[in-house]
């Protein structure tokens, strides 16, 4: 997908970093990545834009083991997009695609208020897998997208 965005867009593309911490992953989150209770992952939030008009909200949960070895550079982007890393691995699979729909309370305040997020926005959910580690990305399609995309399809 950040590959048709950033043809789409041109030089304006862009990726800004809005965190990345060790935190709990969302309950879900943990059960979809089979973490044990309160384990702690790096989870990453990322704004794909252009030229500053917010059009994706990505969360990307990445557990402990993942990041052993040949994929510790996946805690180190800072603001390249995750796809430039993640899609030159080899193996690499999608194993889990779910669709979702949150609301501007479901954000913490200071990313609704970056991406001007004031209703509920359309999402995918993805579990990646490259061996015996995985990841999930959760990307938000925000109103900007949707409508720069109205008559294609972004997968």
Do not use: N
Not at 77 to 94: H, I, K, T
């Amino acid at each position: 997908m950040t590959a048709r965005l950033r043809k789409s867009v041109g030089a304006g593309f862009g990726v800004r970093l809005l965190g990345q911490r060790w935190v709990r992953p969302f309950a879900d989150e943990a059960a979809l990545l089979e973490l044990p209770p309160r384990r702690r992952a790096l989870v990453r939030e990322v704004l794909l834009h252009c030229h500053g008009r917010p059009l994706v909200l990505a969360r990307t949960v990445i557990p402990p083991r993942t990041l052993r070895g040949v994929y510790s550079g996946l805690a180190h982007l800072g603001d390249r997009p995750l796809g430039e890393l993640l899609f030159a691995y080899r193996g690499l699979q999608r194993s889990h695609l779910e669709v979702a729909r949150a609301s501007p309370a479901d954000w913490r305040h200071s990313i609704s208020r970056a991406c001007a997020i004031e209703s509920p926005v359309w999402g995918r959910r993805s579990l990646y897998q490259v061996g015996k580690v995985s990841l999930s990305v959760c990307e938000f399609f925000l109103p900007s997208v949707l409508q720069r995309f109205q008559h294609q399809r972004v997968t």
